[in-house]
């Protein structure tokens, strides 16, 4: 693919100095070897910028998980390059005063900043959840220390960078911070300003279940609604007023594109911000970028019997990809398992047990509780390899779609390999951020 030959040349063209420009006197293999580690670091973190700022080209081949997850796995693979780059250029003949000494040059102590920065930016991602450190605070930390890695690291390679003295490596060097920072302001404060500029309008607030609101968002006017898939995703920025707050968050698509005029995203409260959706009005303000994502029956028309899993309000893309396949009749064999906590939390249950009375698609609907009411006299329990087997025999034929809360889709992807279903035939978008 173009977007991947792309990056993958942006990253080792540093790396070309490693067969032109000699090493020097008393500076052998491992020498170079240290350089290479070290341009092709720095590449990579210029890099990350792109990888981040959420550009369709980057996104659509892959899916938005995929990329975070590739922008996560290279931030990890440049601390490990930089770390041992300057252990490298010591074995390989700078001597390790390099390493141990602090009566060094300042742009080698801008290095040892410049590494510094750079593992606690990826310690404090690794382990936010265990700091108790909120996603927004996070996210400005993340871009704070982010400029600050890009600009020492910068400083350091120009001071005393081997490479550096050549005129390709010295325009090669701005280019790469010229990028990063130019993609880095376009995504935190050029963009937001343009959508915020023209907003989206919330035209419906409907709570589904207890605590669940779907939000019914239309463009401007003279503006029509953008193309999605079902199953699709969205960034949304409420400016609602009123004191409350204003952050941007990734929701699931809940409506079908093949309802016009507003696109809907259904939210339950749980987090800060989350618990406060409930407060949204008719007419509020919602900066809109999307769609993203490829966890879609739309993209795989191959896909004739599915099984569908869900967990609370992750039937929201499963509710949308049904929506999609009802309106088109088409003619697929499909299960759900839905799984909830109480009759009360079931969103959808209306419509998706009328569905079933459809036959294109044919759909089997099975409801699972894990606190059932002494009335329900449906299945109990979890969605576990027993209530796959019981309820979906011929499981091992299907492609699955999943989608539900972390620990509910660590044990149904247990639980499907057990069963002998093919990773290729599992379909899920995780997001880790």
Known sequence: MMVVAAYAL???????????????????????????????GFAILMMQAVLAAR???????????????FHQA?????????AFHPFLLAVGGAGWDLVTSFDVSGGILVGRVALGVLIVNVGVSIFRERLNLEFEKWRVLHGVLGVLLLVTIFAHGWAVGYDLTHLF?????????????????????????ILARRPWRVTEVEEVVPKV???GMSPPEGHSAYDYLPGQFHFLTFRRGRDLPVEEHHFTISSSPT?????????????????????????????????????????HPEDRKILFIAGGIGITPIRSMLRYMADRREDRDVGLLFGNVTESAIAFRQELE??????????????????????????????????????????????????????????????????GVPSQRLREEKFSF
């Open 213 to 215: 609101w779907t939000l």
């Open 259 to 299: 309802e016009d005029g507003q696109v809907a995203s259904t939210i339950k409260e749980s987090g800060d911000f989350t618990a406060t959706i409930g407060a949204t009005r008719v007419g509020d303000a919602v900066a809109v970028l999307g769609p993203f994502g490829r966890f879609s029956t739309a993209l």
């Open 354 to 419: 009328a569905l079933t009375e459809g036959q294109c698609p044919k759909l089997r609907l099975v409801h699972i509780l894990s606190e059932p009411g002494e009335d329900w006299t449906g299945p109990t329990g979890f969605v576990d390899q027993e209530a796959i087997k019981t309820h979906c025999a011929d499981v091992g034929e299907r492609s699955v779609y999943l989608c539900g809360p972390g620990p509910m889709s660590h044990m149904v992807r247990s639980a499907l390999e057990s069963l």
């Open 74 to 82: 290279m931030a990890a693979l440049a601390l490990l390059l930089l």
């Open 55 to 69: 550009f369709k080209f980057t996104e659509k081949p892959f899916g938005f998980d995929m990329v975070i997850r």
């Open 169 to 193: 490596y010295q325009v090669l060097w701005i280019a790469f911070l010229v990028l990063a920072v130019l993609v880095f302001l376009y995504h935190r404060f050029v963009r937001p300003a």
């Open 10 to 40: 942006a990253v080792l063209l540093p790396v070309l100095g490693f067969f032109w420009i000699p090493s020097g006197p008393g500076h052998g293999r491992v020498f170079d070897v240290g350089r290479a580690a070290g341009m092709a």
